[in-house]
Every structure is written in structure tokens, then in C-alpha cells.
């Protein structure tokens, strides 16, 4: 195994393991609520679906367009790892308001602590890095993970539009001031 791929698989079982040692009792429903939509059987799709394919690509040996370099393979390894980190950072900052699909605690608050003081979805973006830089690296192309990275990418749009409608709905004006605040995933950006 080279270090590209054994970067991208270690990375993705840390990232994978990061819901069954971090979920709280309360998360681990996986049942829909009104307000899911079908968003987390949605990106849980497209995402299995891009691992999936990666290794299918790599294991029929196609080459799909330019391979990274060995200096922007360990840049996508970092991307891989830096994804996993976010990811453990996020679910500790929400603690036991983490959940899988869409619901609002009781007692739900606006979270403004950890990465969340930088971006409103920082678990999302921490699946496109995982998933968009894994899909690079094991694939050996740059189209694959841009492709990886766009999928997933229009899965969270969709699903951060009903988070969103959501979240406003139950904690009005306070949600509405921290959507001024900060970015949905990208610092400056979006």
C-alpha cells in the first residue's frame, strides 16, 4: 500500500470512528424527524457512494485526468487528517446536542464556542475536506476528488437549507444573528 492511499484509509477510519466514540445517547437515533427530509439518508448516501467508487476506481486501475504530485499528496493528506480533527472538534463542542438527522433540543442553545465561532457548519465542512481529499488521494486524480467534493457539496446545500429553516424557526432572532455573524462552511466565504 502506498503512503498516498494509506493516508486517505487511515484517514477515514479516524474520521469514521469519530460518531460511535463521540455520539451522546441522545444522538444516536438515526430515525427522520419533520425537519430532516430525507437530508441524512441524502449525504449519508453520497457519501458512502464516493468511498465506494474511489476504491472501485483505484482497484480497476483507471486514470481519471492529472494525479497529484507527491508535495500536493501530502497536502491532501493533511486536508484528510485536518477533516478528521475538525470533526472530533466539532462534535465535542456540541457535546450532547450533536445528532445524526435534524431535530432542536428543548434547551437548545446557538453555539458560538469552538469552530462554530468560525463557521455555522463546521462538521459539514469537515466531511467535504475528509471525503474530497480521500477521494484524491485513493483515486490518484484530482478530477475524482473535485467531482467527490462537489457531490457531497450539493447533498449539504440541500441539507443546511432545511438545518437552517429549521433552527430559525426554533430559536428565531438568536439563529438569525449568529447566520450574520459567521459563514455557513467557509471563513469569508460561504
Not at 455520539?23 to 424527524?33: K, L, Y
Not at 462538521?123 to 477521494?135: E, K
Amino acid at each position: 500500500m502506498d503512503g498516498s492511499l494509506a493516508a486517505a484509509v487511515v484517514g477515514l477510519v479516524a474520521h469514521g470512528l469519530a460518531e460511535p466514540l463521540m455520539r451522546h445517547r441522545e444522538a444516536r437515533s438515526i430515525a427522520a424527524t419533520e425537519f430532516d427530509r430525507g437530508t441524512t439518508l441524502l449525504v449519508s448516501a453520497t457519501a458512502a457512494a464516493a468511498v465506494l467508487l474511489a476504491f472501485a476506481v483505484r482497484a480497476a486501475g483507471l486514470a481519471l485526468g492529472p494525479a497529484p504530485g507527491t508535495a500536493a499528496s501530502a497536502l491532501l493528506a493533511l486536508l484528510v487528517f485536518a477533516g478528521a480533527g475538525l470533526r472530533y472538534w466539532s462534535m465535542a463542542t456540541l457535546g450532547r446536542h450533536f445528532t445524526r438527522t435534524l431535530r432542536v433540543a428543548e434547551d437548545q442553545a446557538v453555539v458560538r464556542a469552538g469552530p462554530y465561532r468560525l463557521v455555522r457548519h463546521p462538521g459539514y465542512l469537515s466531511n467535504l475536506l475528509v471525503y474530497g481529499a480521500a477521494g484524491a488521494l485513493v483515486t490518484r486524480s484530482w478530477l475524482y476528488g473535485a467531482a467527490a467534493l462537489l457531490s457531497l457539496g450539493l447533498a449539504y446545500a440541500h441539507r443546511i437549507h432545511h438545518e437552517e429553516r429549521m433552527l430559525v424557526g426554533a430559536l428565531g432572532e438568536r439563529y438569525r444573528a449568529y447566520q450574520r455573524e459567521t459563514r455557513r462552511l467557509v471563513p469569508g466565504l460561504y
